[in-house]
């Protein structure tokens, strides 16, 4: 009797093993055509127990995780499987996205200089607004795009006792009537020791390196999980239809960036009930709704499922709550409110936050569309990312 049992727990853990390990078991019908033909149904059920069997085991770290968890250490990552990061640094491009990017620089007579590109018919005709931390408005400019979609404009700061101002750029598609906000409270000038002005670094950009620099496995971005489901069909085909006319991956991660903002929306209602909403990825599909994490989710999904690795990222976020800038509370905070993503391509690791560039929102019920899709935090520098997001998390076993 206790070799049967010996055997049948010999069995089980065999299966797991050859489960976790392969996709035998989970497309079995095309690995034994014969049994597809005769007994569906059956072969259904092996692959439906097969995915429940995976989320499971997913969820379940192995003893060299267990083992770092207790020493409260990382776990070493194979030197072949680490994706080297060549980020940009000490760029005053707020996101690097070629077709849609603004910039703000200080000149050294003490100016503003706001440049960029954009193709976006919303984005015609600009104004600059430079305020004090009350709201009251010093220096207001407008800057018009010219034929080659490019905007650039020189603005004098203001005279004035105050030692920290705020920049905000409006768009709008004519040059008058209604404006949205561009840049809106995230970029600040401040002035240093000697009286000059500087662009204000956030306080938790030290924290934001360190957290970007570090090494990730790309085995480790490009698996499967209960709820980056990325070996679903329906997901692949979602990507693989959304980018077939792309030439490069950077195109492919741009193509999946703007169907998700378009297509799915943020979910108020959800976030005001305090019930849990949607966020395995085709949950997300299904609904057209989500919070952070759902969109999260939903992209890595999309990226994987094309061979693109992608890791979820949790950390805190300004502007969930009532809070715009941080704080010393904030600064220091291990509290998660916000979900976002960086995709590996090009030898790099591009911030990508999809619920912040999304298009439309669901608010008592009711769907409230907006302009178009932002591209502010598609390929975001990390030094303006870190001015209203901070990084805590990779997530692994979402």
């Known amino acids: 009797m206790k070799k049967f049992i010996a055997f049948i727990l010999i069995l089980a853990i065999s299966i797991c093993v050859i489960n976790a390990e392969t996709d035998f078991f989970l497309h079995f019908g095309d690995y034994v055509p014969l049994a597809e033909e005769k007994y569906p149904q059956a072969v259904d059920k ?26 409260n250490e990382e776990m070493p990552i194979d030197p072949s499987d680490i994706a080297t990061n060549a980020y940009i640094t000490d760029s005053p491009m707020l996101s690097f996205y070629p077709d849609e990017n603004i910039s703000v620089m200080l000149t050294p007579d003490g100016a503003v200089n706001i440049f960029g590109i954009t193709y976006s018919a919303n984005k015609r005709n600009l104004i600059v607004r430079i305020s004090d931390l009350a709201g009251n408005v010093l220096e207001q400019s407008t800057i018009s795009v010219d034929g080659m979609n490019k905007f650039n404009k020189t603005i004098k700061i203001p005279e004035t006792d105050n030692t920290e101002l705020d920049i905000s750029v409006y768009a709008g598609s004519k040059p008058y009537g209604e404006f949205e906000s561009w840049i809106y409270n995230y970029v600040k000038i401040s002035r240093d020791e000697n009286s000059v002005w500087q662009i204000k670094k956030s306080p938790v950009y030290a924290n934001n390196k360190a957290m970007f620099e570090k090494d990730k496995s790309t085995s480790e971005a490009l698996r499967r999980t209960p709820s980056i489901q990325s070996e679903s069909q329906g997901i692949i085909t979602i990507a693989q239809q959304l980018t077939q006319n792309c030439e490069n991956d950077y195109q492919r991660i741009l193509a999946l960036h703007d169907w998700v903002c378009s297509y799915i929306r943020y979910d108020m209602d959800s976030l005001n009930s305090g019930e849990i909403p949607p966020y395995h990825a085709n949950d997300v599909v299904t609904g057209r709704k989500a919070v952070c994490l759902g969109f999260a989710t939903l992209y890595a999904s999309l990226c994987r499922s094309i061979n693109i690795p992608c890791n979820v990222v949790s ?12 704080t010393s509370a904030t600064v220091l905070t291990e509290e998660q409110n916000h979900a976002w993503n960086e995709a590996y391509v090009d030898g790099r690791w591009v911030i990508v936050d999809t619920t912040w560039d999304c298009v439309d929102k669901i ?28 990084i805590l998390e990779y997530s692994k076993r979402r």
């Open 363 to 390: 608010e008592n019920g009711v769907i409230v569309s907006g302009s178009g899709v932002s591209h502010l935090y598609f390929d975001a520098n990390l030094d303006f990312f870190s001015s209203n997001h901070k």
């Open 46 to 71: 092996i692959s439906d127990l097969s995915m429940k069997l995976s989320d499971i085991t997913d969820l379940i770290p192995s003893p060299a995780e267990i083992i770092a968890l207790i020493k």
């Open 315 to 326: 950390g805190y976020a300004l502007g969930i709550g009532e809070d715009t800038d941080w």
